[in-house]
């Protein structure tokens, strides 16, 4: 797949010599914002992503100075609760969260409400020290609306989200980073390589292991010990059934490179 057209409000590019799918929303001038277009094209980017079989993870990042400083108020002025209702935003966030493949944020400059919301449907978060998170929407008479409270608050708890969302503050990377919120520190301007080279790494190792992992994270996250204990118990025990474990354990054995194929 080529790059799409500068002129897309979301380019996306896939990158299958490294396996690698990158999506960037494309709004520099508003400086990402993310309107009801933005929702759908990401999604679609990455539905496409999580069937292309070259595709063995994704970055999504925002080009410019941002990520996405929040949701497009604009569309918002008119908007009524039935039509909010009828927009069913969450169908496109959903594609985000369920992906099976590992989704890398890259965030430089703003990630806020709706930017914020997006980076945290991430698996894995890449920010800038110059990056400045935030939940800004009850300064608008509104409140986050797409995991800005359920997500931060199992990403940071209870008090620091509270905190954040109650007072719409936005709270630098670092600070973020020490809460859990940030997987990695970057140097400004270098969050989307950083982001890009993890992306490379782990599409090196073997898919079907990968997309276990994932699975037995997310999923195990808010389930009773036991129950998640015994998803990951599963999944350690379907592996061993595949091309990639026997490759994986002949390649130790014989001191040489692995190469995963994804079966």
């Given at each position: 797949m080529?790059?799409?057209?500068?002129?897309?409000?979301v380019?996306?590019?896939?990158?299958?010599?490294?396996n690698?799918?990158?999506v960037e929303?494309?709004?520099?001038?508003?400086?990402?914002?993310?309107?009801?277009e933005?929702r759908?094209?990401?999604?679609?980017?990455?539905?496409?992503?999580?069937d292309?079989?070259?595709?063995?993870?994704?970055?999504?990042?925002?080009r410019g100075?941002?990520?996405?400083?929040?949701?497009?108020?604009?569309?918002?002025?008119?908007?009524?609760?039935?039509?909010?209702?009828?927009q069913?935003?969450?169908?496109y966030?959903?594609?985000?969260?369920?992906?099976?493949k590992?989704v890398?944020?890259?965030?430089?400059?703003?990630a806020?409400g709706g930017?914020?919301?997006?980076?945290m449907?991430?698996d894995i978060?890449?920010?800038?020290?110059?990056?400045?998170f935030?939940?800004?929407?009850?300064?608008?008479?509104?409140?986050?609306?797409?995991?800005?409270?359920?997500?931060?608050?199992?990403?940071?708890?209870?008090?620091?989200?509270?905190?954040?969302?109650?007072?719409?503050?936005?709270f630098?990377?670092?600070?973020?980073?020490?809460?859990?919120?940030?997987?990695m520190l970057?140097?400004?301007?270098?969050?989307?390589r950083?982001?890009?080279?993890?992306?490379?790494?782990?599409?090196?190792?073997?898919?079907?292991?990968?997309?276990?992992?994932?699975e037995a994270?997310?999923?195990g996250?808010?389930?009773?010990?036991?129950?998640?204990?015994?998803l990951e118990?599963?999944a350690?025990?379907?592996?061993?059934?595949?091309?990639?474990k026997?490759?994986?354990i002949?390649a130790f054995?014989e001191?040489?490179k692995?190469?995963?194929?994804?079966?």
């Amino acid at each position: 797949m080529r790059p799409a057209s500068d002129q897309s409000l979301v380019v996306v590019e896939s990158r299958p010599f490294d396996n690698v799918g990158l999506v960037e929303i494309n709004r520099p001038e508003v400086r990402n914002a993310i309107n009801l277009e933005v929702r759908e094209k990401l999604a679609a980017a990455v539905a496409s992503f999580s069937d292309d079989a070259e595709i063995r993870s994704i970055v999504i990042a925002g080009r410019g100075p941002n990520f996405a400083a929040g949701a497009d108020v604009r569309a918002f002025e008119k908007l009524g609760s039935a039509d909010v209702l009828l927009q069913r935003t969450h169908r496109y966030w959903d594609v985000i969260a369920k992906c099976p493949k590992p989704v890398i944020a890259a965030v430089e400059g703003f990630a806020l409400g709706g930017g914020c919301e997006l980076a945290m449907h991430a698996d894995i978060i890449v920010a800038a020290r110059t990056a400045t998170f935030g939940q800004p929407e009850v300064k608008l008479g509104l409140m986050p609306g797409a995991g800005g409270t359920q997500r931060l608050l199992r990403a940071i708890g209870k008090y620091k989200t509270l905190m954040l969302v109650l007072t719409g503050d936005m709270f630098p990377a670092e600070d973020a980073e020490r809460a859990g919120l940030v997987s990695m520190l970057t140097d400004e301007g270098d969050a989307l390589r950083q982001a890009l080279q993890i992306a490379q790494k782990i599409s090196r190792l073997p898919p079907l292991a990968v997309e276990q992992i994932k699975e037995a994270v997310v999923n195990g996250e808010d389930a009773p010990l036991e129950t998640a204990l015994r998803l990951e118990r599963k999944a350690f025990q379907l592996l061993f059934d595949t091309a990639d474990k026997r490759e994986g354990i002949a390649a130790f054995l014989e001191k040489r490179k692995a190469s995963f194929t994804g079966r």
